[in-house]
């Protein structure tokens, strides 16, 4: 189930946020190649695509081409995620043992003194 979500999610997402919108006019090429082949039985798929998309021509169903799979684009959609600064999560302490030493791990998500206070530490020389 939680496959089936992430794939709808995704889709949705790129479908929206992409040219993949695009592909969901593809039925409308199929039906505009038709009504080409009943027009001319003569006409080849490649030469239907090299009229509507490699020196396109206004003619009488020129409203109609310009329907058809990445004739037109349009501006997609802009996503922006903000993050309000004042905003701090608090989680309760968890010890993780290691090695049979006590080590805390976290007490915060976003800061934990700490752990950053013991990063710039100076090496010692441990002599027995």
Not at 18 to 36: A, C, D, F, G, N
Not at 99 to 125: A, C, D, H, M, Q
Request: glycine share 0%.
């Amino acid at each position: 189930m939680k496959k089936l979500i992430s794939i709808v999610l995704l889709s949705l997402y790129l479908v929206s946020t992409t040219e993949l919108y695009q592909l969901l006019k593809m039925p409308l090429l199929v039906e505009h190649y038709i009504q080409h082949k009943n027009l001319n039985p003569e006409m080849s798929f490649t030469a239907f695509l090299k009229t509507h998309y490699d020196n396109p021509v206004k003619d009488s169903d020129y409203d109609q081409d310009q329907r058809l799979p990445f004739v037109s684009h349009t501006h997609l959609l802009s996503v922006v995620f903000t993050v309000n600064s004042s905003v701090d999560f608090y989680f309760a302490e968890k010890v993780y043992i290691y090695w049979g030493t006590e080590k805390t791990f976290y007490k915060s998500v976003l800061y934990n003194k700490e752990i950053f206070s013991s990063i710039w530490e100076p090496p010692r020389s441990y002599r027995s």
